[in-house]
Structure formats: C-alpha cells, structure tokens
C-alpha cells in the first residue's frame, strides 16, 4: 500500500516537473509579450524580456530537435549480454573457448582472455536528419580465470585492442 502511494505520488512529481519544462516557459513567453505590449514605450526591461524569450525560445526549440542515439553492432549485444548475465562465471577454459571460439589475446601473466566484443557507434543528430556528431567505440570482452583455470569474472570495456583501421 505503501509502495503504491510513494510510486503515485512519484508520477505526481515527474508529471509536474515535465509540465513546469515544457509549459512553463510559454507561460513566462505570454506574459512577457502581455506585459511588452501593455506599455506605451519600450524601456530596457521590456527589451531585456524579449531577448530572454527569443533566447529561452531558440534553447527550447534546440534541446527538442536533438537526439542522442546508440547503435550497438551484432557482437557487443552478444557479448554485452554474456557480461550482464554473469553465463561464463564458474566455467573452464576449455568450455570457454566452445562457447566463444579462441581468444583474440592471451595474457598468460594475468590468465586472461580477450575477444572481441564488437562495436558501439553514437551519433547525436539534429532534426533526426543531419549528423551533429558520431563516434565508434570498440570493446573487448575480458575473460579472468582463478589458478584452477575457472573462470572468476567477466567485464566488458573500451579497448583498442581489436581496432583495425
């Protein structure tokens, strides 16, 4: 019951807070134009006000029309899922190498696998049309075995281990 009424009430916040973001501003933008228009002369604060409405304006219309988009490739969804369900822990090397295939690199000093855990492009756009930004990252996935040869953890990072310009 608890847990109900704190998740409603929540929602309630967010809701507010979404409506202060986006209706907010056109309120302030209204009365600003109302309070412009109700004076005879325009004096530096109604000059002020218009310039904060045109700015606020330009940074809304801005921050609505940019999207932040990840595109991950085939193998870092593959890999990315093996490292979050935590499947290799408590397997062998040999049952390492069936499931995944040979390592790309062996550091025999640490007893670690590498393989190649593909690639994450991100792109910020404008408009959903025009490419502001992109960058590749390349991951590796990263196999720790303890003494016994079992595998004792996994992590997926940012390596350029397996970049091929």
Do not use: C
Request: hydrophobic share 45%; aromatic share 14%; no cysteine.
């Amino acid at each position: 019951m608890f847990g109900t009424l704190l998740t409603s009430f929540g929602l309630l916040v967010l809701l507010l807070i979404i409506v202060m973001i986006y209706v907010g501003p056109f309120i302030l933008v209204l009365s600003s134009i109302i309070f412009v228009l109700t004076r005879k002369s325009i004096d530096i604060i109604s000059r002020i006000l218009i310039a904060i409405n045109i700015l606020l304006i330009a940074f809304l219309l801005f921050v609505t029309l940019i999207k932040f988009i990840d595109e991950p490739g085939k193998n870092y969804s593959k890999m990315r899922g093996i490292n979050n369900s935590k499947s290799m822990i408590g397997l062998s090397k040999e049952e390492v190498e069936n499931k995944l295939g040979k390592p790309g690199k062996i550091e025999k000093s640490e007893n670690v696998y590498l393989y190649d855990a593909g690639t994450l492009h991100r792109e910020v756009r404008f408009v959903n049309r025009y490419d502001l930004w992109r960058k590749t990252y390349y991951y590796a996935l990263f196999v720790y075995f303890d003494e016994n040869d079992i595998v004792k953890s996994t992590s997926l990072k940012e390596s350029l281990e397996f970049y091929i310009p």
